[in-house]
């Protein structure tokens, strides 16, 4: 196995404070700088990829953690709940794997997993497939175009399972100021650059949950701003 971090730590002087007076505030909205750890990638032989989530078995059983996004979910996957998993089908080469839940979500796959790709490029060599998730909408593979990677070079989870050659496995990084960066930049040099015709701002008033409570005022400023 191989291990390789990219960037260094970092330090970010948060932007608002919490609000003084306010109770049941976070105890990290009370920090006055935000910490964020250097993305790594992982090299791991001859490890296997169980769909549809993603979750990542090394060859001695044991289960990665950074393939289960989170304790809460890693007790609703399959990997938690089964007795026992498929037989694994075996494919040869290289995988590097963004696969992870919510990878239908505009928010997620754009912050959370398009991120994971920052990577990619120092194994491009070996020429990985890279593994996603079964829901794969057109949005999802005009943005994987952008950052170089053609649907013939998808490996679609379903619930099989696969033990693979050599998986290449990015960390869930989250919000993180080296992935994002690399997003960027990698994605301004495929879009060509245009003025934007109009600003949208697309509202929450009418979601399940996450609803903004003051959004007449943000909505009030930001009409103010075009």
């Not at 791991?44 to 078995?57: C, N």
């Not at 994605?187 to 903004?212: D, F, M």
Request: hydrophobic share 35%; with cysteine.
């Amino acid at each position: 196995p191989a291990y390789v971090t990219f960037g260094s730590p970092g330090l970010v002087l948060r932007r608002s404070a919490a609000p003084p007076g306010v109770d049941g505030v976070h105890p990290e909205l009370r920090q006055q700088h935000l910490e964020f750890r250097p993305p790594f990638l992982a090299r791991l032989p001859s490890a296997r990829v169980l769909g549809p989530e993603g979750s990542v078995i090394t060859p001695d059983g044991g289960i990665l953690a950074e393939s289960t996004w989170s304790r809460g979910l890693f007790q609703q996957d399959r990997i938690y709940r089964s007795l026992r998993f498929p037989r694994p089908q075996l494919l040869s080469g290289s995988y590097y794997t963004i696969a992870s839940p919510f990878s239908h979500n505009y928010y997620h796959w754009i912050v959370e997993i398009l991120t994971r790709l920052f990577a990619y490029e120092s194994v491009a060599s070996d020429r990985p497939r890279l593994i996603v998730n079964s829901f794969v909408a057109k949005s999802h593979l005009e943005s994987l175009e952008l950052l170089g990677c053609q649907k013939d070079d998808l490996l679609t989870l379903d619930h099989q399972s696969h033990q693979l050659e050599n998986v290449d496995l990015p960390c869930f990084i989250g919000i993180n100021p080296y992935t994002l960066a690399w997003l960027k930049t990698t994605l301004a040099k495929s879009i060509p650059a245009e003025s934007p015709a109009k600003r949208v701002y697309i509202t929450r008033r009418r979601a399940a949950r996450r609803r903004l409570l003051n959004e007449n005022e943000i909505e009030a400023m930001l009409r103010q701003h075009g």
